[in-house]
């Protein structure tokens, strides 16, 4: 029986678009969609209508609002803009929110106010110039930093009733105002496709204006970032967007008379070479104290030191109207975490090294160290140890070393490095003093893209709590700014394979939709400059490198990124507006699929090679591609799965023609997928693990029977490889919802807690804290793979969780945005209990189960205006039982299943 809790009833996170709350600052939607969620609603909670209040000022109470509007609608996710009018560049509105409950036909509180200002929408909102620095440089070497200065007038017989910066940078920057920092954005204005889209950002500054003075200074440093730093592995690239760095900026003041004053980049701004020597990406910063110039951000009197090597700064042309100035659809990318360093070690070659317990993406930051001026303490980056000292090797061609040269302040010095990050976990540090303890020396800055974080998972099993938590530190790490593949070598590029598999797990882990939302318009518009073939890095800085990857490579799973993503953000947001923006570049790729027109067949008949089931644990170190499954089978699934996603997209957007022509296409070319690589008895041609997991979980057998059979013939194969993986990136997300699905949950467990390597939980035995690239990206005897490709931190296979969520957790989403969810948790292995919620655009939702004395024991939590289909592991009980919002409890007799554990079985057993 069910029996039911309350809470009282609010209106809380009251947001706009895909904004974190309270962060809708500087947004380039002018008339934002709105969302909020209800707390502690009575069951059954429906809502009937909603008010919505919008004031220009703050006390809402003495001000009547600008507008009110009152609508009928049960909707409380992305609603339209309540008012008229868009908002205007720079105006910005106080909003309030209550709702009606139909059943008792009472109000809400009001929420509380939430703020949204947008940023500037037209080009001709920009007043000020492109400036970049005035001395001629060679580009073919990294440049020192630059420093831009101007000091500006205040007339103070005005008050400021609010001052803004709005900025930009070919490079990365970090401005300052009177000596004090700006924000608390790192490495903005972030990365994109910057020649068609440069992203700007808005600082509210008005308590950086000086008060106690007319004169005030900003001051902006600009590095050269991915903008023109080297980017690319092989050699890579510089100047991949220019060849010189350059700074846009816009301080506006506005005064409570309603006068303006503006202060802009021009030929009046200075600029000088700064302290930072050199700034990259993958090589690190190094600071020389020697280039200092004191106080270069505040209002210096005339002949101060370091007045000399100020020069005027040049105007470049306008930036061309054919790259957008934008406001982020996301966060920024923050100093979200400090961590500790929890050991110190010394090397066998007697180095010092600080182990921070876990390997972050981020940079570390000198602290109070006290020493002779001159003296350069040296910090290099490792993912791992090698014998005993830092793995160089897995970096490839990145130096990941940071370099600062100390002053020899007597108070101590601390540092910290601007335009670069690090993937690690080890620190060697050279040069500390003797007389330094480094373990309150250094600390690790923890930096990624700030996203509200939305689901938790845990379990009776610790190691499978571990894999979940270095899942969740495999997407921070490689999420900064934009989905990575890695953080650490001489890549972290916008690899669109990795990223189409992981989606729906990235979804359920963090709200990352603003930052994928912007990551997809880049790729549209990069696929548009290779006629529609997707590439396969976004931005693509791949374009005319030699990399040994054909410019235009129409590769499966990589190219159908186009496809996954926007699905897969979809179904967690129940925005469609993502599908309608995404479907030209979606349909793009569907028309630049490879068919085998010799042939007369549909079925994707590639030139290239592809990448295909990319790391199978069988492939040699030196050739991750050659896989058990045949690449072309493997691409062939995904452009069935793509097209099956095309239909239902079409369908969703009325695009009726279409709705028709990919249902048509999925069915030829399922038919002819089944002609090629399936038996009459479900047989695979490729007999691997990805092969039947796709096949399963793709819905690619003509016949029940079929399917079947190849559930069957797949745990064979699992019990017979030991129950050891067999798949790589094409086949991991599935492999266990297929063996589920076809009723060999047990093998799926079995392989799901396995240790020994290749395994999900072998990497952990070896003391693994994020997701590995390569199942055995250390050994077991503690070397790095061979492989020159070996990364201790990227998400792909990490995509397990979702099996985690729904099978063993038991929640899965039914209704796009989770307006209807599933629990249905099926316990296997040794597990004894889960737990698992998400927040989802209409508030919590959770499951928690144990077993306990021979009885299965569930709570859930359905959150307000969506229902949940309940079924419990019990064979009297397989119907769903539908549920409104409010808690659940539950109570059932359980029998373990008599299967636990399941055979592995000798080469020499059928099953
Ligand atoms: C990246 C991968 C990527 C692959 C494809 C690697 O270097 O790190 O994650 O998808 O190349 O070739």
Redesign the pocket.
Known sequence: MADVLTKPFVVTDLRFEHHLVGRAFGIGEPSPRMSWRVCGTSPGFVQEKYEVQCFDRKDQEAISPVQSVEIQSADSILVPWPLELPLKSRQGLFTRVRVWDKVQAKPSEWSELSYVEVGLLERGDWQCQRISASWKQDSSVPRPEELYRKQFHVDHRRKISKARLYITAQGIYQAEINGKLVGDHFLAPGWSAYSERLHYQVYDVSDLIATESTESCIGVRVAEGWFCGRIG?EGGRRNIWGDQTALMAQLELTFEDGSVDVVCTDESWEVAPGPVQLAEIYHGEKYDCSYEIPYWSSVRSKNEPGDSVWSKATNMDPLPTSTALLAFMGAPIRRLHILHPEKIITTPKGKLVLDFGQNLVGYSRIKSIKSEAGRQISLFHAEVLENGECARRPLREADALDKYKLKGLPEGESWEPRFTFHGYRYVQVDGLPADTDPLSSLEAVVVYTEMEPAGEFFCSNNMLNKLHQNIRWGMRGNFVGLPT??PQRD?RLG?T??IALFTPTACFLYDCTGLLKSWLADLAVDQAVLGGVPP?VCPNVLFGQKTGFPQVFPCAI?ADVTILTPWAIYQSTGDATILAAQYKSMQAWINAVPRDSANNSPLYTPKQLQ?GD?LDPDAPPNNPGQAKTDAQLVANAFLIHSLDLMAKISAILEEATHTRTYVNDAMAVRKAFADEYISPNGRMISDSQTAYALGICFDLFPEPKQKARAGARLAEIVRRNAFHIGTG?AGTPFICEALTSTGHAQVAYRMLLEEECPSWLYPITMGATTMW?RWDSMLPDGSVNPGD?T?FN?Y?LGAVATFMHERLGGLRCVEPGWKKSRVEPIPGGDITAANINHLTPFGKVACSWKIEDGMFQMQVEVPPSTTMEVVLPSSEQSEAKLVSSGMWKYSIPYKQPNEWPPNALTWYERD
């Open positions: 592995f593949d890695c890549e690899w394979g990795d396969l990589w990448l990319w990136f690239e490709m990364s990227h792909a």
